[in-house]
């Protein structure tokens, strides 16, 4: 079984992007010439609709996903 961890991911809310990884991706790509030049994380991803996106009950999800067989 696979466990999601919102702080392991470096984020704070359900379906937020971690600007810091996505940063570290780019220029991982530049490194290995996938990419020619650097593009901000800013410019990848935005987590601008993620209030609303996780405007869900977290315990209810759980309780679901353990009723699960």
Same mark, same amino acid.
């Given at each position: ?10 984020? %704070? ?14 220029? &991982? ?8 030049? %650097? ?10 609709? =993620?209030?609303? =996106?996780? %405007? &869900?009950d ?11 067989k």
């Amino acid at each position: 079984m696979h466990v999601f961890n919102l702080e392991q991911s470096n984020v %704070k809310r359900w379906g937020e992007s971690s600007l810091p990884n996505f940063d570290a991706y780019a220029d &991982f790509l530049v490194k290995w010439g996938v990419a020619k030049q %650097k593009v901000p994380a800013t410019d990848l991803v935005t987590n601008n609709l =993620i209030d609303d =996106i996780a %405007k &869900f009950d977290v315990a209810a999800i759980v309780a679901q996903a353990k009723a699960a067989k």
